[in-house]
């Protein structure tokens, strides 16, 4: 996704309905076009004037309105051809720009910490300001004019065909895409409404961890801790490693997260601190005394079947992307599922996997418990103090003013030369996130980028800052893929792995953001090992989320209750396959906690390409300036992904790399 949350608002496809216009008619208008312009143009004419039929309708306009529309638009001078192409870029940019700045407005109360969320505030942030804009260019004829001059490629053919294209055939191929469907604005309207409500549940979906408590009632967190699921709790149990007694509160968290995914979890103890909670026994205590309060409704399974059911809704104006599948990976990420799949399952199933997991219960000097999918002890910070790099953060960044004031100084260090980052720091804004945080980039190059992070009241904490680089990895990308771009229908990046690999390689450079670099001669193994094991965490949790999604279509009248027990069983078959064999455990049900899975439709799988594109972009960036290639790769633009990889570093995606840089890891450091 170019947008973290792209699903809520870049709802490029427009509705279809089946054309109205008798055959014979297309081929009449066809052949007095053929006459009038040259056999040349055949090909062109008969597959505009086609593409035009499939998607006029009675409203557009009778078959004579039809026939004159054709034989009066129809462009065979390349000068206007050229000329055109820039206009519908200009006033795209205008439109799609300006419709981000409303839905951005809208939806600040419940996106930002900013105040006391009224009813209204969610009212305006499910106006979605995109849902008429299809319609209304196929109305307005806009849309026909690009049917009319210009062909829509599926897949294969932009795969076959893409070698050879320039620039300006990839901006047409691009323009011409947005007008491959036709939904209606109520559809689209129903989607936004169903991915803000799910979103606004994922983002106050905190817990109280000092009120989290075993038999013996000791305090395990600190107070005011308060964390959001699943970002917080997972981030929080990665900590613990680098703690001599860390391991009783990774425990306590997988407890947390299993209530969570069986919605065992009291619904008292969600985003409060009313009450103590044993998540071990699952008893909720006031004043020592428990209490009886009802678990969560399976909220959480509702909120993905809401998003299921407005998804399939829009299906039948999709006639070239029938299902949320089909969209995801064959337009979003231009990578047919069976090929993506097959690299996630590569990466899983290498025999070094289990040498690797081998090491980490060395180096833990226990067996592997199933949390250890997070294991971070080959990150340069894990033997780093987590409070003392709470107060170092929290000193130097106490609000959010005092990030955006760094800014500069931050992508210095990453580096981007002094001009490249005062540009770059005007054109990004830091808000206040009552999430986890988030990127939201721009439409329109005279926008800002939104840098979305969470800061308590007691200043940014480290996990509050690992995101925060994560999400200048993406603003970055943003910044660079549109304001520099010569096209504006390629700006972007190829799909959201791109950017999430981006926001991957910040991410990892942290720790030298905090002047405390580790850099020694095994950084370079304990990065691969770092890597690959986190990649095969997320290419597990992304297989849930295709399973789930196939689960969903499957059964379309499921209810919630029956989601949530789909969801475990897939959870479990997932793990039994590719971790029970490393970790000699069954039936475990932790790859089903990502909140990714209910808010995002289908995103969950971007991160592990992410992952493995990151690792590629790290190799070649070995002996080379960041700040330079990174500019000079964004300037690609939204070509297709192995397309882009090719320009960016040589080669297309492949986990190659990570897996064999891994053995050399595993033979040096085991």
Same mark, same amino acid.
């Given at each position: 996704m170019k947008k973290i949350? *792209?699903?809520?608002?870049?709802?490029?496809?427009?509705?279809?309905?089946?054309?109205?216009?008798?055959?014979?008619?297309?081929?009449?208008?066809?052949?007095?076009?053929?006459?009038?312009?040259?056999?040349?143009?055949?090909?062109?004419? !008969?597959?505009?004037?086609?593409?035009?039929?499939?998607?006029?309708? /009675?409203?557009d306009g009778d078959d004579a309105v039809f026939a004159k529309f054709c034989m009066e638009n129809f462009i065979t001078n390349p000068e206007e051809l050229d000329l055109t192409l820039q206009r519908y870029e200009t006033n795209l940019e205008t439109l799609y720009?300006? $419709?981000?700045?409303?839905?951005?407005?809208?939806?600040k109360p419940i996106q930002l910490d900013i105040g006391r969320l009224l009813p209204v505030d969610y009212l305006f942030a499910e106006y979605d300001p995109y849902a008429h804009i299809a319609e209304d260019l196929f109305k307005t004829k806009n849309a026909f004019i690009v049917l009319l001059n210009h062909p829509i490629y599926n897949l294969e053919e932009i795969l076959e065909k893409n070698s050879t294209w320039t620039r300006k055939d990839w901006a047409w191929a691009r323009l011409t895409a947005n007008f491959s469907d036709r939904v209606p604005a109520e559809i689209s309207q129903n989607l936004t409404k169903a991915y803000v409500k799910a979103d606004d549940y994922i983002s106050n979906y905190n817990i109280f961890m000092h009120n989290l408590a075993a038999d013996d009632d000791q305090k395990l967190f600190p107070e005011n801790l308060r964390l959001i699921s699943h970002w917080g709790l997972r981030d929080e149990l990665k900590s613990q490693y680098a703690n001599a007694d860390g391991l009783v509160r990774q425990k306590m968290i997988q407890q947390v997260m299993e209530r969570i995914i069986r919605q065992e979890i009291p619904q008292a103890v969600i985003n409060s601190g009313e009450y103590q909670w044993d998540p071990f026994s699952n008893t909720l205590y006031s004043d020592q005394k428990p209490v009886e309060k009802p678990s969560e409704p399976d909220t959480r399974y509702q909120m993905l079947?809401?998003?299921?059911?407005?998804?399939?809704?829009?299906?039948?104006?999709?006639?070239?992307?029938?299902?949320? @599948? &089909?969209?995801?990976?064959?337009?979003?990420?231009?990578?047919?599922?069976?090929?993506?799949?097959?690299?996630?399952?590569? @990466?899983?199933?290498?025999?070094?996997?289990?040498?690797?997991?081998?090491?980490?219960?060395?180096?833990?000097?226990?067996?592997? #418990?199933?949390?250890?999918?997070?294991?971070?002890?080959?990150?340069?910070?894990?033997?780093?103090n987590q409070s003392e790099l709470d107060k170092l953060v929290g000193e130097k960044y106490p609000n959010v003013a005092a990030f955006?004031? &760094?800014?500069?100084? %931050?992508?210095?260090?990453?580096?981007?030369?002094?001009?490249?980052?005062?540009?770059?720091?005007?054109? %990004?804004?830091?808000?206040?996130?009552?999430?986890?945080?988030?990127?939201?980039?721009? !439409?329109?190059?005279?926008?800002?980028a939104h840098l979305r992070t969470r800061i308590a009241k007691t200043g940014m904490t480290y996990k509050g800052?690992?995101?925060?680089?994560?999400?200048? =990895?993406?603003?970055?990308?943003?910044?660079? $893929? #549109?304001?520099?771009?010569?096209?504006?229908?390629?700006?972007?990046?190829?799909?959201?792995?791109?950017?999430?690999?981006?926001?991957?390689?910040?991410?990892?450079?942290? @720790?030298?953001?905090?002047?405390?670099?580790?850099?020694?001669?095994?950084?370079?193994?304990?990065?691969?090992?770092?890597?690959?094991?986190?990649?095969?965490?997320?290419?597990?949790?992304?297989?849930?989320?295709?399973?789930?999604?196939?689960?969903?279509? &499957?059964?379309?009248? *499921?209810? /919630?209750?029956?989601?949530?027990?789909?969801?475990m069983d897939i959870a479990k078959n997932v793990w039994n396959e590719y971790y029970a064999p490393i970790f000699g455990i069954n039936d475990v049900i932790l790859l089903g906690i990502y909140s990714h899975m209910i808010d995002a439709g289908l995103y969950l799988p971007d991160y592990s390409l992410?992952?493995?594109?990151?690792?590629? %972009?790290?190799?070649?960036?070995?002996?080379?300036?960041?700040?330079?290639? @990174?500019?000079?790769?964004?300037?690609? =633009?939204?070509?297709?992904?192995?397309?882009?990889?090719?320009?960016?570093?040589?080669?297309? %995606?492949?986990?190659?790399?990570?897996?064999t840089a891994t053995k050399k890891a595993v033979q040096v450091l085991d």
């Open positions: 949350i *792209a699903s809520l608002f870049i709802l490029w496809g427009i509705s279809f309905a089946g054309g109205t216009v008798e055959k014979s008619v297309i081929q009449s208008v066809s052949e007095k076009l053929i006459a009038q312009h040259g056999k040349t143009c055949q090909a062109r004419i !008969e597959k505009g004037v086609a593409q035009v039929a499939q998607f006029w309708q /009675k409203e720009g300006h $419709s981000l700045e409303i839905y951005r407005d809208f939806s079947l809401d998003i299921f059911q407005a998804e399939k809704n829009s299906d039948p104006y999709y006639p070239t992307f029938p299902t949320k @599948m &089909d969209r995801k990976f064959q337009r979003d990420r231009e990578i047919p599922e069976q090929k993506f799949e097959s690299l996630l399952v590569t @990466m899983l199933k290498d025999p070094v996997a289990k040498k690797v997991a081998k090491l980490i219960s060395k180096r833990l000097d226990r067996d592997l #418990l199933p949390f250890d999918i997070w294991y971070n002890g080959f990150e340069q910070r894990s033997g780093v955006q004031n &760094d800014l500069t100084n %931050i992508l210095i260090k990453l580096g981007f030369d002094e001009k490249t980052a005062q540009f770059l720091k005007t054109k %990004i804004v830091v808000d206040p996130s009552r999430g986890a945080g988030h990127a939201m980039g721009a !439409e329109r190059r005279a926008d800002q800052f690992n995101i925060a680089i994560h999400e200048l =990895g993406h603003n970055v990308e943003q910044v660079f $893929s #549109l304001n520099l771009i010569d096209h504006y229908m390629l700006h972007g990046v190829p799909n959201t792995a791109f950017t999430e690999a981006f926001a991957f390689v910040f991410q990892s450079r942290d @720790m030298l953001v905090l002047g405390k670099n580790t850099d020694n001669e095994e950084a370079e193994y304990l990065k691969a090992l770092d890597t690959y094991w986190s990649t095969c965490e997320i290419a597990a949790v992304g297989l849930v989320d295709i399973k789930v999604w196939h689960w969903l279509y &499957d059964h379309p009248d *499921a209810s /919630k209750a029956d989601l949530k027990n789909a969801v992410g992952h493995i594109i990151m690792f590629q %972009i790290e190799q070649y960036l070995k002996d080379k300036n960041l700040g330079q290639e @990174m500019e000079r790769m964004c300037k690609i =633009g939204s070509i297709t992904p192995d397309a882009w990889m090719q320009q960016a570093v040589g080669s297309p %995606i492949s986990v190659d790399p990570l897996i």
